[in-house]
Structure formats: structure tokens, C-alpha cells
């Protein structure tokens, strides 16, 4: 199998996140979604989402977080790391738009 080289899987990333972007509605995002990713795919994003609405309200600690959502503290941790220090800010920017809206 050919290997993707990182400026055509950069390509190919912003070439995803212009399909996302061209959707119309929660619905045909949630379809594209679908179709896109397998089930346990889907359930890991929406996990990762959660959790960083979870951790952005700032009450609870990974363990209770954990507790709640069975999702495992390694993913907590790695969802806080991207929240919180890596310098793409995606959770951030659209967390802070959602609260605008």
C-alpha cells in the first residue's frame, strides 16, 4: 500500500474540513459523519467532545469525568492537552463560539 505523504495528508485534512464546512445543517453533518466513520469512530469524537465540555466547565476531575462517561483517563488527559496547551485551539474556538451563540 502507497503511503500518504504529510503535505497530501495535509491536503486531504483540509479537503475534510472543507466537506464539513460546506454542510448545511446539524443533520447533514451528523449524515456525512455517519457515512464517513465507522460507529466506534463516530462514539470516540462525540466522547472527545463531550469531554472537552466537561473539562471546560471546570468541576470535575478526570477521575469524576471518567466515572461519568466511561471514557478512560488517557483520553481526558489527551482531550485537557488540546484544550489547554497545544497551539491548534480547535476545542477552544469553537467551545467559545458555542458560548456566543
Not at 483540509?14 to 455517519?34: G, M, W
Not at 473539562?55 to 478526570?62: A, N, P
Not at 483517563?73 to 458560548?99: C, M, S, W
Amino acid at each position: 500500500m502507497p503511503t500518504v505523504s504529510k503535505s497530501n495528508a495535509l491536503a486531504h485534512r483540509k479537503d475534510l474540513a472543507s466537506a464539513l464546512r460546506a454542510s448545511q445543517s446539524v443533520e447533514e453533518v451528523e449524515n456525512f459523519l455517519v457515512d464517513l466513520c465507522t460507529p466506534a469512530e463516530v462514539r470516540a469524537l462525540s466522547e472527545r467532545w463531550h469531554v472537552a465540555k466537561l473539562l471546560d466547565k471546570g468541576e470535575l476531575s478526570y477521575r469524576d469525568i471518567h466515572a461519568q462517561t466511561g471514557v478512560s483517563t488517557t483520553t481526558i488527559g489527551r482531550v485537557a492537552r488540546f484544550l489547554n496547551e497545544e497551539p491548534h485551539q480547535g476545542y477552544r474556538t469553537i467551545l467559545d463560539r458555542q458560548k456566543n451563540t
